[in-house]
């Protein structure tokens, strides 16, 4: 296992298009986090999974914001009707349960969304 | 709502010296995690350093440590011996010891470090 993998690695689109990206975690990880960063900007937490129920969405994702999970494996984020302001990076990272550093967060290498 | 701050957009330190990033947080919780993030211009993020709340001891990695001032609310990170490698965005990032939160990461701005030879 090489770590959290998400494809595509770019993506350009115009607006009003709809676009899906995915996340496939560390195979063992039961929890899977999305978070949205702009440029010169820290992440923001957007949601999360524990196995495949999705347990807690930010009030930064909007309708147009839909992210499953099936079978507790890979995720995927579906943008609809993008618009500019949804250009940034989506990261998406996994983790453990739990309370201990078991739980610490590894992180995929983010998928970069213009839209133009 | 626990928050983060870093006041450093971006520092810069020539090789083999020392530099040290701040970062101040806020919280009502009395037990959390505390991360110093290493984001490279690959744009992976990776875990620097940790440190549990309830711990006295700074936490120390190798040419990283960090001094931590629980009353304070202050975490700041010191690399040693600063190399090239470590030039990249540093996030620094909270995290509550709590079940509600999910375990989910608050992230501050980030700092921007140069590393000059």
């Known amino acids: 296992d090489t770590g959290v993998s998400q494809n595509p690695r770019h993506k350009i689109t115009k607006r009003g298009q709809n676009v899906t990206f995915r996340c496939d975690p560390i195979s063992e990880h039961n929890r899977l986090y999305w978070y949205r960063q702009t440029l010169g900007q820290g992440p923001e937490f957007l949601t999360y999974?524990?196995?495949?129920?999705?347990?807690?969405k930010s009030r930064l994702l909007s309708d147009r914001f839909s992210a499953e999970r099936p079978k507790g494996s890979f995720s995927t984020l579906e943008i609809q009707r993008t618009e500019q302001g949804d250009s940034a990076m989506y990261l998406c990272?996994?983790?453990?349960?739990?309370?201990?550093?078991?739980?610490?967060?590894?992180f995929g290498q983010g998928t970069r969304l213009t839209v133009v | 709502a626990q928050t983060v701050t870093q006041s450093q957009p971006e520092m810069s330190v020539q090789e083999a010296e020392t530099v040290t990033l701040s970062c101040t947080y806020d919280?009502?919780?009395?037990?959390?995690?505390l991360f110093w993030y290493k984001q490279p211009p690959s744009r992976q993020m990776i875990l620097v350093i940790r440190q549990e709340a309830y711990k006295q001891q700074n936490a120390t990695e190798n040419r990283f440590s960090v001094n931590f001032q629980k009353a304070a609310k202050s975490f700041s990170l010191k690399i040693s011996d600063s190399q090239l490698g470590d030039a990249a965005m540093y996030f620094c990032a909270y995290r509550s010891a709590g079940e509600t939160s999910g375990s989910r990461l608050t992230f501050g701005e980030g700092t921007q470090l140069t590393v000059n030879p």
């Open positions: 919280t009502s919780e009395s037990d959390y995690y």
């Open positions: 990272a996994s983790s453990l349960r739990g309370f201990t550093w078991n739980a610490e967060a590894f």
């Open positions: 999974f524990q196995n495949e129920a999705q347990l807690e």
